[in-house]
C-alpha cells in the first residue's frame, strides 16, 4: 500500500505542476473576467484532497473488496457535498470575484476527477472486485 501511495504522490505531484505551469503560461491570455489570481491555493487543495481521498481508498483495498466501492461511493458523495458547499459559499462572500474562483474551480475539479479516476482505473483494473481475484481475461 505505501508503494502504490508513494507512486501516485509522486504522479499526482507532477500532473498538478504541469496545470500550475499551463495555467501561468496562458494567464495572459485568459480573460480577466475568469482570471483568478490565486489559483495555486486552488491546486494545492485539490492536491491535499486527492491525497487523503486516495490514501483512504487504498486504506479501504486492504480490508475487503467490497469496501473499495463502498468508501469509493462515499468518498465521491463527500467531495461532491464539499465542493458545493466550498463553491456556494465563496460565491455569498465574495460576490464580485466569484465567477472567476467558480470557474477555475470547475475547471480544477474536472482535470482532477480525471486524473483520479484514471489513476483508480489502471490501479484497480486488473483485480476483480467481487471475488478478489484476478479477472480471467487478464491472466
Avoid at 13 to 28: A, E, G, H, R
Avoid at 103 to 113: A, E, H, Q
Wanted: net charge positive.
Amino acid at each position: 500500500m505505501k508503494k502504490n501511495f508513494v507512486i501516485f504522490f509522486i504522479k499526482l505531484l507532477v500532473y498538478s505542476f504541469t496545470i500550475f505551469l499551463f495555467y501561468s503560461f496562458i494567464k495572459d491570455h485568459i480573460p480577466q473576467k475568469f482570471y483568478f489570481a490565486k489559483a495555486i491555493y486552488l491546486i494545492v487543495f485539490f492536491i491535499i484532497v486527492t491525497l487523503v481521498f486516495h490514501y483512504g481508498l487504498l486504506n479501504s483495498s486492504q480490508k475487503s473488496n467490497r469496501s473499495i466501492v463502498t468508501f469509493y461511493m462515499m468518498a465521491t458523495a463527500l467531495k461532491l457535498f464539499l465542493y458545493l458547499g466550498i463553491i456556494i459559499g465563496y460565491g455569498l462572500l465574495k460576490t464580485g470575484n466569484s465567477i472567476a474562483f467558480i470557474s477555475n474551480f470547475f475547471i480544477l475539479y474536472v482535470l482532477f476527477t480525471v486524473f483520479e479516476v484514471a489513476t483508480v482505473y489502471f490501479q484497480f483494473k486488473n483485480k476483480n472486485l467481487v471475488t478478489g481475484e484476478p479477472d480471467q481475461d487478464q491472466v
